[in-house]
């Protein structure tokens, strides 16, 4: 894992919480856009070196409607950037990580992503994610 890539936030509404960030950052988000196969929305802001994604459910099915039901809104995921998602997912594997999807899926902002069990990591869903190249 090389750095965060970047901290994922289950909101109730999008268009909502993009006016508070953009409030919060002085900066509307650089790119949004929706991702069918994970049932939801998504905004993504920069701040400094950072990003912050919030996430917005699509469907009541959804990873994200499911958290906001549990827990309400807040952080949601810390993502990590790989090299090779694929050895990098076999590494934790073999490190007795629980990995919720071991074939990557296509996710937001142009990754191939899989996360690790909260179970597994305190209680912190552990996001990880490679460029497409």
Do not use: W
């Amino acid at each position: 894992m090389r750095k965060i890539e970047h901290i994922g936030i289950a909101v109730n509404n999008l268009q909502t919480s993009n006016l508070l960030f953009e409030k919060l950052f002085g900066n509307p988000p650089y790119k949004q856009e929706e991702v069918v196969s994970q049932g939801v929305k998504t905004s993504f802001f920069l701040n400094g070196p950072n990003k912050i994604e919030l996430l917005e459910a699509t469907n009541p099915e959804s990873p994200i409607a499911k958290f906001l039901e549990k827990k309400g809104e807040g952080i949601h995921h810390i993502a990590f950037d790989v090299e090779n998602i694929i050895e990098e997912i076999e590494r934790l594997k073999k490190e007795g990580f629980i990995v919720l999807n071991e074939i990557p899926k296509k996710g937001a902002d142009n990754k191939l992503v899989a996360f690790l069990h909260p179970k597994g990591t305190n209680g912190v869903l552990i996001e990880l994610c490679q460029e497409i190249r």
